[in-house]
């Protein structure tokens, strides 16, 4: 199909006056069914001197991918660049286009598709596939980012929280995030002592002490290293390692208990079936309708079950109790309570959650900031599990510095979006 040299830059979103489209048609290019623009670019005067007074000098042909709506029919521009002899500086020249950048033959607008393509959960192997071009030009494209990712040690956010997650190898890394605009900070190649420490060192110690809170889980050093090089911030345990804790310590010792029932009794059946309704608030459970339970041949309520269940050791319930207790203090935001809990006589308890009130006295006052302060890791351990997507959709990865790129590329890009999303909330609001 024949179209004028109008249509066809209309049709691409071109805006180059350098050239000149001869026609597009479909054909055959490396084995494949495409679109082929085919375009003459020339020069009008000399680009060194600006002189009018040359010769036609030979040709070069130069095949571009470009963006298509559908990826089974790609499109190509090939451009064919007629070279020019200037009489006057006596230097040989070619005619340049702003579609591709000088000595490149991947347009620019694929480029930025590609780039689009990396902040999503995609693997490089579809975004090559389906912008015509190979896996290392995506792998370039994804490096030329990393300029915008470098490093500095002008500034830190008030509010940090540290983490780790499984990378390259089966190997921890840390993690730092914002804990206000979840932008990431840093992300090191491994969480040792001297790692962290070497890195935050790097900033000066005014900025260090600007710092007011470090978020974190129970990991033994981090409340160290957090006192240590952020002398001002207060240390805040995660709410949700707390609870997490103190769960699993009543799960192990229901589960424990129930090894040395009957497996036929009823007390069995009250614990194991219903396992589900002991890790829930007690206030939420349902305790007005009955409903008949076939497994105990009687209609109960959800608090009936629970109640009944914990009347089969003292133990057992003072456990449960602590758990609740404990739920409904972080809830409430009640440190005094906490307090209460932690300070009191453990000898009532199960021995798993003896050791967790240990580690809890360990760290108390970070415990207790936890209870009063609304900050968390609830940011970063959304983060580690688009950190742990990222790795499985390409199959893991060997090289740190790619799936650094790629997570920085992602994530930054997304907190991004959010930002201009509230701003523009509060445009309309006002």
Avoid at 113 to 128: C, F, N, P, V, Y
Avoid at 342 to 360: A, D
Avoid at 401 to 413: A, C, G, P
Wanted: hydrophobic share 35%; proline share 3%.
């Amino acid at each position: 199909m024949n179209l004028n040299t109008n249509y066809i830059k209309e049709f691409l979103d071109i805006e180059d006056p350098c050239l000149n489209f001869i026609s597009c048609t479909r054909t055959t290019y490396r084995g494949m069914n495409v679109i082929m623009c085919v375009a003459l670019a020339e020069l009008n005067v000399c680009p060194n001197c600006e002189s009018d007074n040359f010769i036609y000098n030979g040709f070069k042909t130069v095949t571009i991918p470009y963006i298509s709506a559908n990826a089974s029919k790609p499109v190509f521009i090939k451009v064919k660049k007629l070279g020019i002899f200037c009489k006057n500086c006596q230097e040989y020249s070619y005619p340049s286009t702003n579609i591709v950048e000088k000595h490149c033959h991947i347009s620019n607008a694929v480029k930025r598709k590609i780039i689009s393509g990396l902040t999503e959960d995609r693997s490089m192997t579809s975004i090559a596939r389906e912008n015509s071009v190979s896996v290392t030009t995506v792998q370039r494209c994804l490096d030329e980012c990393s300029a915008q990712f470098t490093l500095s040690f002008d500034s830190l956010p008030e509010h940090l929280a540290f983490d780790e997650f499984r990378g390259i190898g089966r190997k921890l890394h840390f993690i730092c995030q914002d804990g206000e605009k979840h932008t990431i900070v840093v992300i090191l190649q491994n969480r040792f002592k001297s790692t962290i420490r070497k890195y935050f060192e790097q900033f000066p110690e005014t900025t260090r002490k600007a710092v007011k809170t470090i978020s974190t889980d129970l990991n033994c050093y981090y409340g160290s290293l957090a006192r240590e090089l952020f002398p001002n911030a207060k240390v805040v345990v995660d709410r949700f390692h707390m609870v997490q804790m103190v769960t699993r310590s009543f799960t192990g010792f229901r589960v424990q208990f129930m090894k040395e029932m009957d497996k036929t009794s009823r007390e069995y059946k009250l614990l194991k079936s219903h396992w589900k309704l002991y890790l829930k608030k007690y206030k939420e459970l349902e305790g007005t309708h009955q409903v008949y339970n076939r497994s105990l041949r009687a209609p109960y309520t959800q608090s009936q079950i629970v109640s009944e269940g914990l009347q089969c050791d003292e133990t057992l319930e003072n456990t449960y109790n602590f758990m609740q207790d404990f739920m409904y203090a972080l809830k409430y935001k009640d440190p005094e309570k906490i307090e209460e809990l932690l300070s009191g006589n453990t000898r009532q308890y199960c021995p798993q959650l003896r050791t967790t009130i240990r580690s809890f006295r360990r760290s108390f006052r970070a415990v207790l900031n936890g209870a009063a302060l609304p900050f968390s890791n609830g940011c970063l351990e959304g983060l580690n599990r688009k950190i742990k997507q990222i790795e499985r959709t390409a199959y893991g990865y060997s090289n740190f510095t790619h799936l650094l790129k790629r997570i920085r590329l992602e994530q930054n890009l997304i907190s991004l979006k959010k930002s201009a999303k509230r701003l523009e909330a509060v445009q309309h609001s006002h």
